[in-house]
């Protein structure tokens, strides 16, 4: 066993679950600086934040017919927001906002992969169709975002940044599509697409590629 | 069998009933009320008001996977709530806007409380863990509201008004909770926790409690 | 058999399904308009078509509790709103949104006619009471296009435009009604169903009927 298949392995084991909590906090960190922009109370940053959070898997696991919820089935989670609610209540202030948002797109894009992966493996696995599984995928980590937004009256950022990030959960589900059809084991096709959607996603921010523009 | 044992037993018996149309009643109102504001036609102020008097509680059951809906179950608010909108249209005038709102206040802290508890309720009653039960205890009142905002394009109230609404919504489902635990029967633990919540919110009114500000 | 017989056999045989794909197509049309005037990219785009051609039939069968959807039995659907994306970002400029638009009623027509009359039989076969199938009938062919206007931070049309258009698929719904009770097939009711909604709306159009309004 080479250093590489440690690698790997290690990062099966660990590096998914750990992925997915950084990812998560980058998604609740997102709406919580939505709320805060948008100078809502306690209440309404709770329930931008939850919506930021798990707005999209919810949504899912209802057109798939799926329960329980991640938020069901780890509520742990709810207090992490509360709490993350409170002491953005206590500390957070205007000036924070920017800066914590720029550095907020390297986290987050952990969230895009893992988020994506498991969304078009869970679609795949409760037999859905290819397109469908694909379709799961990009709504998986894009709906949370687009929740957040549209409750505070806002254009889905989703719907009109011109960046490469639903986009990528397209082409990302379509290669967790074609493992799954070459027989490799689900653990093995999650791990290797949230790993190439992540490193998609870092190449889309630093190196600035933009989706083609509408010329109306 | 004293006369504080009687009134309890009337208000299990009648009492929650009543509260509960006091409840719907308010809930559409506040719907027909944004409806008028917006100017929005026959169609608009039906959906509106569909939405603020049942939307809380469809959102709900579709978490819970749990059919029928209330509004199903009890086809005749259809007929009311489109009653109201065609009574709404012949008399209902700009200068009566703003009196019906501030007068709605004390008939929708029926709606918090009974709604708020009922939610709570039914969902331990569905098996789910304490704070799942606590979040459809504040989803019922509260969402109501909220689709009824986003789908006329304002932020939600209970975002960013400050008052202490689904706060209660929330502090309550714990009690209801704690009653469960106690092995109470789920009707006492409905209507202790509706009654305390509608006295907290009507306290809540009348001494102008405010939720702790955001300084963005 | 003469051949009055004979049209209204085609039309139950193959009238019904062209009606439903041109009706997809201008529902399709109107979110690719919105996503154009809001200045939207490739992924609003396509989430936008996507909920206008579909949003009011997935909510039904949430609501209804009913699997597949129809984009799931009907994935080559996906496939076109993604062509017909690409497409208009190659070729729609904004001097096309206008006209587009207007001639856009009429293939729009067949859609309301088709979707309440299907969606109202949908839920008649489910057992729902009347009332409830009625109301699925009006959600199935307007929540698309709410769904569609709500995402993008507007108003939703079918509230304020004062057109008979939900209140077509109402009425419509109850004929449908009339009609199973009578014990018609379900395919005739929904023929006839349609049919008749597609000549009211048309009607709507040519006349330009309104509906009362209100005066605060």
């Not at 679950?17 to 980058?26: K, P």
């Not at 100078?39 to 696991?61: N, P, Q």
């Not at 057109?63 to 992490?80: G, K, S």
């Not at 084991?185 to 870092?202: D, H, K, Q, T, Y």
Request: glycine residues 8%; hydrophobic residues 60%.
């Amino acid at each position: 066993m080479n250093s590489s298949q440690n690698a790997a392995e290690w990062f099966v084991t660990y590096g998914l679950q750990i992925f997915e909590i950084v990812g998560i906090l980058a998604f609740a960190l997102s709406g919580l600086i939505e709320a805060a922009r948008k100078k809502l109370d306690l209440v309404g940053m709770a329930i931008v934040t939850g919506l930021a959070s798990f707005g999209g898997g919810t949504l899912r696991d209802i057109l798939l017919d799926r329960r329980p919820f991640f938020w069901v089935e780890h509520q742990e989670w709810i207090w992490v927001i509360l709490i993350m609610c409170a002491l953005a209540l206590l500390f957070m202030r205007a000036r924070h906002l920017e800066p914590t948002e720029r550095s907020m797109q390297w986290p987050d894009a952990l969230g895009l992969g893992i988020f994506a992966a498991s969304g078009t493996q869970i679609a795949i696995t409760a037999g859905m169709p290819a397109i469908i599984a694909v379709v799961m995928g990009v709504i998986t980590p894009v709906f949370g975002g687009v929740l957040r937004d549209v409750v505070v009256n806002q254009i889905p950022r989703a719907f009109n940044d011109h960046q490469p990030y639903a986009v990528i959960a397209f082409a990302g589900g379509w290669l967790i599509v074609l493992m799954n059809a070459l027989g490799w084991p689900a653990i093995w096709a999650v791990s290797v697409g949230a790993f190439i959607m992540i490193a998609l996603r870092i190449s889309a921010i630093v190196f600035s590629w933009r989706l083609p523009t509408w010329r109306v």
